[in-house]
């Protein structure tokens, strides 16, 4: 009986779910982590923007 519940064959279901819970947290890392690049692409963009827009209007004359 003990030969039975330890043989490689009844442990697959295991092995595929604890592989399948791997996966799952890696892409769930991977969607959290793009997303938060993301957002912080569009916060520089928005500072240079930022940036850009003040130094025009300290100096009007820097783009003659």
């Known amino acids: 009986m003990i030969a039975l519940i330890t043989t490689p064959a009844n442990n697959i279901p295991y092995l595929f779910a604890a592989y399948a819970v791997t996966w799952a947290i890696f892409f769930g ?19 240079r923007d930022t940036l850009e827009r003040g ?9 003659n």
């Open 29 to 47: 890392y991977v969607f959290f982590t793009s997303r938060r690049q993301h957002e912080l692409e569009q916060e520089v963009r928005l500072l």
């Open 55 to 63: 130094r025009i209007s300290e100096d009007p004359d820097a783009s």
